[in-house]
C-alpha cells in the first residue's frame, strides 16, 4: 500500500512564526506536491517537486517556500506565518510518468495538516 | 488557462441515484479522474477516464465524458450514507499536474 504521511495532522502557531510542514512517501515516487484546501476553492497547488532538489511554483506559491533533499521527502515552509494562510495543507505524491492506464499518473494524498495561525 | 468547475453542494435520499457533474477547459486533457475526499481525510482515487472513452463503469460508478462540451459526470447508483463525502473532478494539466475542481459535497439522507 502506498503510504503518504505528514508530521502533523493539527497545528497551531502565532502569526510571524516560521512554520515547516513535512511530507514522507514511501513508493519511491518521482513526483511531489503541496496543496492548500479552502471550501469553496478545492485544492490549490502552490508547489510540486519533479526530482530532487528541483521545485517549480504551483498556482499561489507567494509566502511559501519548499525543500526535496531527499526523494522520499517534500517539506512546505511558511517562511513568516500569516492568518491568511489559515487552511488544511494537502501532500500528495505519484509517478513521474504514464503508462497504458491513466492511474499510473494517480497522485497519491496524506492525510493533511490543518493549520491555524493566530 | 486551464480551469475545472463543478457544483458545490448535492443532497440525494438513500437508495436514489447521485450525478455529479464536472466542466473542464483543456481540449487536450488525457485523462480526468474522480477523487473522493471522507470527512478528516485526504483524497482517494475513485475513477479515472481516458480521453478516448465516452463512458466507464465500475461497479456503482459510471462516469460520462462528452468531449465536444468538455462535461463529465459521475453517477453513483444506489446512494449509501457512506458515500457522503466531498467528490473532486480534475483533469491532468501541463506539467504532470492536476487541476482540480472546487468539490461537490454530497449528502445522503434517509
Known amino acids: 500500500d502506498v503510504k503518504v504521511t505528514q508530521s502533523s495532522r493539527y497545528l497551531v502557531k502565532r502569526t510571524g512564526e516560521k512554520v515547516f510542514l513535512e511530507c514522507v512517501q514511501d513508493?519511491?515516487?518521482?513526483?511531489m506536491f503541496w496543496y492548500r484546501q479552502d471550501p469553496g476553492l478545492g485544492l490549490r497547488l502552490i508547489y510540486f517537486?519533479?526530482?530532487?532538489?528541483?521545485?517549480e511554483k504551483g498556482d499561489i506559491p507567494e509566502g511559501y517556500s519548499v525543500s526535496r533533499e531527499k526523494k522520499e521527502r517534500f517539506s512546505l515552509i511558511l517562511e513568516s506565518a500569516s492568518t491568511n494562510q489559515t487552511s488544511m495543507y494537502l501532500c500528495?505524491?505519484?509517478?513521474?510518468?504514464?503508462?497504458?492506464?491513466?492511474?499510473?499518473?494517480?497522485?497519491?494524498f496524506g492525510p493533511g495538516t490543518r493549520l491555524t495561525v493566530t | 488557462g486551464e480551469d475545472v468547475e463543478q457544483s458545490l453542494f448535492l443532497s440525494v435520499r438513500e437508495g436514489d441515484s447521485s450525478v455529479i457533474n464536472c466542466t473542464y477547459t483543456d481540449s487536450s486533457s488525457t485523462y480526468l479522474y474522480w477523487y473522493k475526499q471522507e470527512p478528516g481525510a485526504g483524497l482517494q482515487l475513485l475513477t479515472y477516464i481516458f480521453s478516448n472513452m465516452d463512458m466507464k463503469q465500475d461497479q456503482r460508478l459510471t462516469v460520462l465524458l462528452n468531449k465536444k462540451d468538455k462535461h463529465l459526470s459521475l453517477r453513483i447508483a444506489d446512494t449509501q450514507t457512506g458515500d457522503s463525502a466531498i467528490y473532486f473532478c480534475a483533469e491532468r494539466g501541463g506539467y504532470n499536474k492536476l487541476i482540480f475542481g472546487a468539490g461537490t459535497r454530497l449528502a445522503v439522507h434517509p
Open positions: 500528495a505524491s505519484s509517478f513521474k510518468g504514464l503508462g497504458l492506464a491513466g492511474a499510473k499518473y494517480e497522485q497519491y
Open positions: 517537486s519533479y526530482d530532487v532538489k528541483m521545485k
Open positions: 513508493m519511491d515516487h518521482e513526483n
